[in-house]
């Protein structure tokens, strides 16, 4: 494919200036419209070294409003992003609505680069590819416009440019013994990389190849490129007829999966045995935490339930002896104004534990497929291809060693009425209840479905969801501690085998 | 000081219980009225190796509610944080309006546990206490309590806790050489942190010393301190009577300088000239971008000026040869929800570059002093000390071996005029100008004396304004273009100086 390639191409400088003007117009009015349409857009740069992405991108801004764009230059050494799964660091650096990000080299690079310096092992490439195709569905199909360029020059041109840079100073160090490796070993890094192309070419996020060799007919092809695609984009989006949240309370029209109504909710525990157990358990959590660090695995752990279910005592009690530099809350509230402008996800990649961190969510991302369902917040499509995406996500870090649980803290309506009237009757608990609590309770059915729908379909081998039997809360707090307990003990031995 | 403290000092289970269910109740009321006061508070864990700042950071937060603190643990490891200057790290971690931030070690490691290791100079050691205490300084004036607790053992006590960590296979990483040399050289050590504690016992933002000891003991005395002095707080801030914000646009009733007024704005360049020393000036400016991607000196230019004055076109003239890998340009507009509830300098540290990095702003932290004071935004209170807290970050950043420029891009009120109307005529324009620019014109001599004031009071040996004559758009950019090379070589000779 790329040989076929005519990297003769040229222009001379009028027809250049010419293009660059008309074309850099027109670019800046599609920036204002996309801002207007809250539509965001993400460009990225790939290509082989020295094919002079700095200086293209360069060209490409000089015709964007700044206030509009930034532009992200990934960066392998970067420890917080070395102690995460690849896709954290471009996670996190997902465009706002109306806003352009442009990524200097992107998450290609674990299927081209570090795949030829055997940095991304050949029998992890295939899970790589399955990582990006998602990543780019799931932001397209939020709305994202994705456009990828490849900057292609031949293996004489490279070594040119490489050597030159070499001779000066000033830039010598910009040429790495891994740059001539690739230069040497040409075909072999071609042939990488026309497989990165083949697989991920899509109809949602399709490449175009730049010819590079001179740098105005790139910087022409690219800028008239980017107006196109952001013009098509902008007109198929007035076509499409706006699809609005529309609420959608009533249970899934087909039989209910009833995991719910199954639960055992007369388990319990004497105070004795209560605290024996939470003893003997917290001390051993301790030891594990420390192990964990030490093994730096990450643990992420996610709490659901009724209002009123327990989940503030039963984190409470879980991290009551840890040490704060290994673990972090995050609690979860309604969307800031950041947070609304982007993915739903984003909010919860941003926080995302490195490795040896336990990192604890009070209510998490699966409120896409409770509250927002239920209140009409999203639209049907949007929260039905949620479970996939939740899915997708928790997979992604359980590939890359974390430990995911999720924890259903159930109790019944009855237990709910009674500890919603006790919060009222107690001046120290009285904040912790409003009428909006009162106000879900009333959609009690409406939410059993969804959260049975929920559990049937987010609860996976390695991401389970554990259903706490909640009306006794000495029961329930021991059986989350007991579980977090026996999951860290197995992925602990697990690791260490592996190490020894 | 420290020797004089009866590290015996214990509690009993029934007592430290007791306390304990209070004060707790206690705290969580107070956090709740905090946040509705919309106050910040930050709560400093120093101390001591192995006196048990986690521990005791764990038990504290028991009582916080999770969605209003998190736990900042300092990481001087951390890359992002050592490319920048020490104070950087704090500053972008600041709680918002209403949030607790609890820091595990914290800009105070610079004067304790760095100068002990070397890694903080002598000479610097006089700066960093400058740095520390107007650090505090701006934080407290706009609101934000600090609750800075010293966690004290003996050199025994020390050496016992060392041990223990070390005979274990979980705990033995956390005990370094360094720690073992801290406490063999306990006592050196411990004049350097006495030292700390005299230079930075403020009224505004004191110590407590804790008997870190007993561990209940030193829980209860902390949850205590901590309740007591926000308190404390919360019923000093309803006795102050509100200064409300207040319009006061009057121009400063002294004689004002006139730095403006005396500026030539017949300079001018011809095309021919322009364009010649545009290309030299600019490849010249490529060539010291490398130099100072090498040398990792970190670069400010922030660009200020009359609505039209021509910030736009000198930025773009500034950066179109850049590598976009070394520079940002971080445009300023009306602050958005989450920059509203921190501190106004909060945002621009968040934008400063790291080593080897430009970061240009278009407009600045400056609006303080313009915008904000004329339109009423801030009281007079807050942005006549405004002066001195800008003047402090700047020089910070300077000494850090940042270059920092400040341009203000001088046109007279016709040339505004003939611009506006262009403006409105061009259609590719036309969303350059809004109602607003002409409102703000009617204010210019309001402007012209804040103008007038901010130059005089903030043009430092360190951080100069550069008033550019504008009314020729060539002349201007050119002179910014220039005066950036020139700065750049002579901090480059300098770097290059030291380094050979």
């Known amino acids: 494919m790329l040989e076929k390639i005519d990297l003769s191409k040229k222009v001379d400088k009028e027809t250049y200036k010419q293009v660059m003007e008309a074309e850099g ?42 206030r509009g764009f930034s532009v992200y230059a990934t960066n392998s050494s970067n420890e917080e992003a070395r102690l995460r799964p690849f896709l954290w660091q471009f996670w996190t650096q997902t465009p706002a609505k109306g806003r352009i990000e442009i990524f200097d080299c992107s998450w290609y690079k674990s299927v081209t680069e570090d795949r030829f310096d055997g940095i991304t092992k050949e ?44 001779s000066a100073k000033e830039t010598a160090w910009r040429v790495t013994k891994q740059d001539w490796k690739r230069n040497k070993e040409y075909d072999k890094f071609l042939k990488i990389t026309e497989e990165m192309l083949e697989n991920t070419e899509t109809e949602y996020a399709p490449w175009t190849i730049i010819e590079a060799t001179d740098k105005d007919y790139a910087a022409m092809k690219i800028r008239t490129t980017v107006t196109e695609r952001l013009a098509y984009e902008l007109a198929r989006r007035k076509e499409i007829v706006s699809e609005k949240p529309q609420p959608s309370g009533k249970p899934a029209e087909r039989f209910q999966n009833g995991v ?68 972090q809350v995050n609690p979860t509230s309604a969307a800031n104004d950041i947070e609304k402008v982007h993915h739903y996800l984003w909010r919860f990649w941003n926080n995302m534990p490195k490795g040896g961190h336990i990192a604890i969510f009070d209510r998490t991302w699966y409120g896409r497929v409770m509250v927002e369902r239920i209140e009409g917040f999203c639209t049907e499509a949007e929260w039905k291809r949620a479970y996939q995406e939740i899915n997708e996500m928790e997979s992604h870090m359980a590939n890359f060693g974390a430990v995911v649980l999720k924890f259903w803290l159930h109790i019944d309506k ?19 209840i409003t009428d909006e609590d009162w106000r879900n309770r009333e959609k009690w059915d409406q939410y059993e479905a969804a959260v049975d729908e929920m559990l049937v379909r987010t609860s996976t081998t390695y991401a389970p969801w554990i259903v706490v039997e909640g009306n006794d809360k000495l029961y329930a707090r021991v059986k989350v501690l007991r579980t977090v307990v026996d999951a860290l003990e197995k992925k602990i031995a697990e690791v260490s085998g592996k190490e020894s």
């Not at 900057?151 to 050597?163: A, M, P, T, Y």
């Not at 009855?414 to 912790?432: H, V, Y």
């Open 25 to 66: 117009e027109r670019l800046g009015q599609l920036q204002r419209e996309c801002k207007a349409a809250g539509i965001p857009v993400i460009i990225v740069f790939e290509g082989f070294g020295a094919a002079g992405k700095g200086v293209q991108i360069n060209r490409l801004i000089q015709a964007l409003d700044p």
């Open 123 to 166: 029998k992890d490439v295939p899970g790589a590819y399955q990582d990006i195709l998602s990543f780019e569905k799931q932001l397209t199909d939020d709305g994202t416009v994705i456009i990828k360029l490849f900057l292609h020059i031949s293996k004489g041109e490279q070594k040119k440019r490489f050597k030159k840079l070499d």
């Open 260 to 327: 719910l109504s199954g639960v055992d909710l007369t388990k319990s525990l004497t105070r004795e045995e209560y605290k024996k157990e939470l003893d003997k358990l917290q001390k051993k959590l301790e030891t594990l935490h420390s192990e964990l660090y030490r093994l730096r695995i990450p643990v992420v752990l996610g709490f659901e339930g009724w209002d009123a279910g327990g989940k503030g005592g039963a984190i409470k009690r879980l991290t009551s002896r840890l040490d704060p530099r290994g673990y």
């Open 414 to 432: 009855d237990e709910q009425e009674r500890r919603f009237k006790e919060r009222m009757e107690n001046p120290a608990k009285q904040w912790k």
